[in-house]
T-cell receptor, first 116, second 109 residues
């Protein structure tokens, strides 16, 4: 078990370009979360999947953002027409419905986006 | 809407002494509270949690206290060790998890 894997680890792009991040959760985990973290802040919730169903989206997730989890395994987060304000660390986390609902999440190392 | 607040951005303690990290929340509907630790270039890792029906949970050197009437929780680390130096995030869970801004703990040898 390699834990939650995210790639790329770092993406530098020009304003207006599209970027896509991938997350591979822990294999037996059916819940997958995307968070965004900016400097000096804690992780901010973006969206949540249970299996392939996207159950919740934060109002932070503008229409330029889209997330998918097509087969209930890996997930992608796409940002279209990137803006400098999108520069942040994008964190993926997963959890299992089989564990008590303490909310414990297992985080990946994150994908850092820099928009020039 | 910042529902979880950590008002101290940093804390420095001497090795062997107690570290106390504080957290306040506003939403009384939260049913679990958690502490995560984050080292540079890594994602946050779970440290300890407490249910809203309890007021204390202990795990080795780490103890979390919950005061529901004050909507306040704290993490005590005793004794503090240099390896505890990291950013600590308080988090609260109902339908999704909300995080505080973090407190950077430095434990000096």
């Amino acid at each position: 078990d390699t834990g939650v894997s995210q790639n790329p680890r770092h993406k530098i792009t020009k304003r207006g370009q599209n970027v896509t991040f991938r997350c591979d959760p822990i294999s037996e985990h059916n819940r997958l979360y995307w968070y965004r973290q900016t400097l000096g802040q804690g992780p901010e919730f973006l969206t949540y999947f249970q299996n392939e169903a996207q159950l919740e989206k934060s109002r932070l997730l503008s229409d330029r953002f889209s997330a998918e989890r097509p087969k209930g395994s890996f997930s992608t987060l796409e940002i279209q027409r990137t803006e400098q304000g999108d520069s942040a660390m994008y964190l993926c986390a997963s959890s299992s419905r089989l564990t008590p609902n303490t909310g414990e999440l297992f985080f990946g190392e994150g994908s850092r986006l820099t928009v020039l | 809407d910042q529902q979880v607040k950590q008002n101290s951005p940093s804390l420095s303690v001497q090795e062997g002494r107690i570290s106390i990290l504080n957290c306040d929340y506003t939403n009384s509907m939260f049913d679990y509270f958690l502490w995560y630790k984050k080292y540079p270039a890594e994602g946050p890792t779970f440290l300890i949690s407490i249910s809203s029906i309890k007021d204390k949970n202990e795990d080795g050197r780490f103890t979390v206290f919950l005061n529901k009437s004050a909507k306040h929780l704290s993490l005590h680390i005793v004794p503090s060790q240099p390896g505890d130096s990291a950013v600590y995030f308080c988090a609260a869970n109902k339908w999704d998890m909300r995080f505080g801004a973090g407190t950077r703990l430095t434990v000096k040898p």
